[in-house]
């Protein structure tokens, strides 16, 4: 796997450019805030130790330690891998009111977090499998 993009190399980027970085299914998602279809993700009921990346950018976002089985059809994380590794937006698409949770490198997005977690922090990243890529 390559070295995760810089900011510099982000800002210099077209989106052809994602285009060509990206699988058109990574690429809806990521850049056009798309979400795949829940039981569907690779990662979903993966629980093997390591630290997922973002699908873009490459950048640390969740360590394995954080996730749980929240049976609602994504991978769920109850904490993020640092406190800048993530950008959270109030999202009020699609007659919702929801947090987006964004790659704060690269913008890309990952899905959603809710506060109806059932750890400790009350939290669960409610993340697209197709945006995340797990290093063990």
């Keep these: 796997m390559s070295n995760t993009l810089t900011a510099s190399d982000i800002a210099h980027m077209s989106e052809h450019d994602w285009q ?38 490459h950048a640390k976002l969740f360590d394995s330690s954080s996730k749980f089985h929240s049976g ?8 993020k891998i640092s406190d800048t590794a993530l950008t959270e937006t ?4 699609h007659g919702m009111r ?3 949770v964004t ?12 506060d ?11 993340i697209n499998s197709i945006a995340i890529d797990l290093q063990k």
């Design 98 to 100: 929801r947090i987006e």
């Design 90 to 93: 109030l999202d009020l698409s």
């Design 103 to 114: 790659c704060t490198n690269c913008g890309g997005h990952l899905g959603h977090v809710f």
């Design 20 to 57: 060509n970085r990206l699988s058109p299914d990574e690429y809806y998602v990521l850049r056009q805030k798309g979400t795949e279809r829940p039981f569907t993700g690779i990662y979903t009921d993966v629980f093997e130790a390591g630290v997922y990346h973002c699908k873009g950018c």
């Design 72 to 79: 609602c059809g994504w991978p769920s994380f109850d904490r």
């Design 116 to 126: 109806d977690g059932i750890t400790d922090t009350g939290l669960r990243y409610c």
